[in-house]
């Protein structure tokens, strides 16, 4: 439970005897106690990706993109609550920080009061989210934004399909969004100014 008075969120005793296993995730950012912050994107190991077919959750393409965009951590951080399900069962203990810096850095909205942290993503809102975090902002249109997030992935070679073979509203699975976060990293490496640096 959130106290506004205090800031805090909290768990009330009663709930404390439940014997579920806490779910975690095999990409879950590890504890602060194992963690080298700020995180490069120089750092980061895509080799271990999951097995073919399972679906990344938005707080794990979202820990990629904080780090390949350099966003500082801090193991202090107070959660302010932008979105309501960024704690709880089954959710990174990393997550609120991510998506409250994430949506601070513009990589993703802050106009939703709900992050859905175990959603899957679709494979358009993982290369926007990807983009961004290299500093690519897409040139999108109202009429239909994922064709110029598809546009900026070919002209970037971040993907090898074109606009017809996409599919930007299939989940993307683990595998791919490791690929793209790869070539995303290795054009980083390449190109240090595309960020400022």
Not at 9 to 38: C, G, K, W
Not at 87 to 102: I, L, N
Not at 160 to 169: M, T
Request: a negative charge; glycine letters at 6%; hydrophobic letters at 35%.
């Amino acid at each position: 439970m959130y106290d506004p008075e205090t800031g805090e969120t909290y768990f009330p005793e009663e709930e404390t005897s439940i014997e579920e296993p806490e779910l975690v995730l095999e990409s879950a950012p590890e504890t602060v106690a194992n963690v080298d912050i700020p995180v490069s994107y120089r750092d980061i190991d895509f080799s271990a990706f999951k097995g073919p077919g399972e679906f990344s959750p938005r707080q794990e393409v979202i820990s990629i993109a904080v780090r390949i965009n350099r966003i500082e951590l801090t193991s202090n951080y107070i959660c302010k609550n932008i979105y309501s399900d960024t704690t709880g069962y089954g959710v990174s203990p990393w997550t609120c920080q991510f998506a409250e810096r994430a949506q601070a850095a513009g990589l993703i909205s802050g106009s939703r009061s709900t992050f859905r942290p175990l959603d899957s993503v679709t494979r358009a809102e993982a290369y926007a989210i990807l983009l961004k975090s290299a500093c690519i902002v897409p040139n999108i249109t109202p009429d239909n934004w994922q064709i110029g997030v598809i546009e900026s992935a070919m002209e970037y070679g971040l993907t090898v399909r074109d606009i017809e073979s996409f599919a930007p509203n299939r989940p993307i699975q683990a595998s791919e969004v490791y690929t793209i976060a790869s070539r995303v990293k290795a054009l980083l490496e390449a190109h240090p100014e595309m960020c400022g640096d």
